[in-house]
């Protein structure tokens, strides 16, 4: 089951003025709140942490202050072994690449890139779960939490180009752009942290070499005795999901964003046995699935979530897949 480090829930109820306890009770001026379950080896579900930061964006009606709560909140020693490899890394570009490699040892709800041009590099957020309201909080609060922190890393010298999301703005676009210093972006093709290339090759404050290489070093044999790497099906799975909203991706677009061409990207599923359809087919289907199980989707909402244009085409093809309609799905569900 996905889960998250309790780290990251424990920094967003900080930012809201509580405190979560280690059995998942959310405290304010002492009392119970709210719960989620206990953690386990220093994490909780991911579902939990969604539910707990729905709960607190009710609760608090300013989201930008909460943004920046959040990102003075969570600190790289938060993460443990891994937020020491970050900050004794020799530079920023170092540091990215640990948590590019790293960062599933803490969380399987999303990854990050490091995606480098001739003019531009992007530390690129990418989720890994399904849709729901809670993600453009989430994101928009690990984005500034990793901007505070790069600072924190290299020093004043760290220039930020600017910050994007994919979801629209819900507060002032300007507070967004006076919190990260840079102006910022809503309904853009990425949620990223924009910044010129030699900004990755600023040396960090505390960079020690061999610590950093002991670190890595345990990272390495910690990754390595967890599950085997994911299949390309898998990765192109969870790459494809989150951009269903927006339509049907083309295989030329994510291969693109995968950093490989589109013959590469089939050449890879071919060695599966799978064509780019197949996957396309699944990360729908099983989104739909999903969202069928909440009642306060409605069927016209989840097909445009799902990348169809219609509600009639997206039925059709949802029992073509599990031989039932939609709405026969959802009720069959709700009966159980």
């Known amino acids: 089951m996905p889960s998250v480090t309790s780290a990251f829930a424990r920094a967003m109820a900080k930012a809201a ?50 943004v920046e709560a959040y990102a003075s909140s969570i600190q790289t020693d938060d993460l443990g072994v891994l937020g020491l490899a970050i900050r004794t890394a020799p530079t920023l570009r170092a540091s990215l690449q640990r948590v590019e490699r790293y960062f599933r040892l803490i969380t399987d709800t999303a990854v990050y890139q490091l995606d480098e041009h001739e003019n531009r590099a992007f530390w690129v957020f990418q989720g890994q779960t399904q849709h729901r309201a809670a993600l453009e909080l989430r994101n928009e609060c690990a984005l500034a939490g990793f901007a505070r922190n790069m600072h924190r890393f290299v020093g004043p010298g760290l220039v930020l180009e600017y910050v994007s999301f994919r979801h629209s703005c819900r507060c002032e676009t300007e507070r967004y752009s006076e919190h990260f210093g840079c102006p910022v972006k809503f309904d853009a093709d990425r949620d990223a942290i924009a910044v010129k290339p030699e900004m990755l090759d600023l040396a960090n404050l505390l960079s020690d070499k061999a610590v950093s290489e002991y670190l890595t070093g345990h990272l390495e044999a910690e990754i390595k005795s967890i599950n085997q790497s994911p299949s390309f099906s898998d990765t192109l799975l969870h790459n494809l999901t989150p951009m269903l909203s927006n339509g049907v991706p083309q295989a030329a677009e994510i291969a693109r964003d995968m950093g490989m061409s589109e013959r590469t990207l089939y050449r890879r599923l071919a060695e599966e046995g799978l064509t780019f359809r197949d996957v396309l087919a699944k990360a729908q289907l099983s989104l739909a699935q999903g969202l069928l199980r909440d009642d306060t989707v409605s069927i016209a909402e989840i097909a445009f979530l799902t990348g169809f244009s219609e509600q009639s085409t997206f039925s059709r093809a949802f029992k073509r897949w599990v031989g039932k309609a939609p709405a026969q799905f959802r009720q069959q569900f709700s009966a159980v």
Do not use: C, H, K, N
């Open 17 to 66: 003025g509580m405190t979560l306890t280690d059995d998942g009770a959310l405290l304010s001026d002492g009392s119970v709140v709210f719960r989620v379950s206990s953690e386990v080896d220093g994490q909780i579900v991911d579902t939990d942490y969604f539910d707990l930061i729905d709960w607190i964006r009710e609760t608090q009606p300013d989201e930008v202050a909460l």
